[in-house]
């Protein structure tokens, strides 16, 4: 499986983002689909999943601020990001993940490079 992330950048508190993951090697529309920081010296973190229907789920300190989108035609999961905080700064992954009945991580066993999100003024 290959995942390809995008859109990440240098932008100011309170700006905007949208990530793009492709995916590629398996059946996207069969998994829910998430993505995952990590900062610097702390683990990385699942912040949002989205069923094969399209619902989403996200950890308490994104809701309101991320969602989650996905197109299964072109197995892409997106990731728009409003009202960023510098405490989002992290490079950021997709990756396969559980969101029933609670968010949980997971993996297709590989891993893409990521894509850097700085926020700083």
């Known amino acids: 499986v290959q995942l390809v992330e995008s859109g990440g950048g240098l932008v100011q508190p309170g700006g905007s983002l949208r990530l793009s993951c492709e995916v590629s090697?398996?059946?996207?529309?069969?998994?829910?689909m998430g993505w995952y920081r990590q900062a610097p010296g702390k683990q990385r973190e699942l912040v949002a999943a989205?069923?094969?229907?399209?619902?989403?789920k996200y950890v308490d300190s994104v809701k309101g601020r991320f969602t989650i989108s996905r197109d299964n035609a072109n197995s892409t999961v997106y990731l728009q990001m409003n009202s960023l905080k510098p405490e989002d700064t992290a490079v950021y992954y997709c990756?396969?993940?559980?969101?029933?009945?609670?968010?949980?991580?997971?993996?297709?066993?590989?891993w893409g490079q990521g894509t850097q999100v700085t926020v700083s003024s």
């Open positions: 989205i069923g094969s229907g399209g619902v989403p």
């Open positions: 090697g398996t059946m996207f529309s069969n998994y829910v």
């Open positions: 990756n396969r993940a559980y969101s029933i009945p609670t968010l949980k991580p997971g993996d297709f066993g590989s």
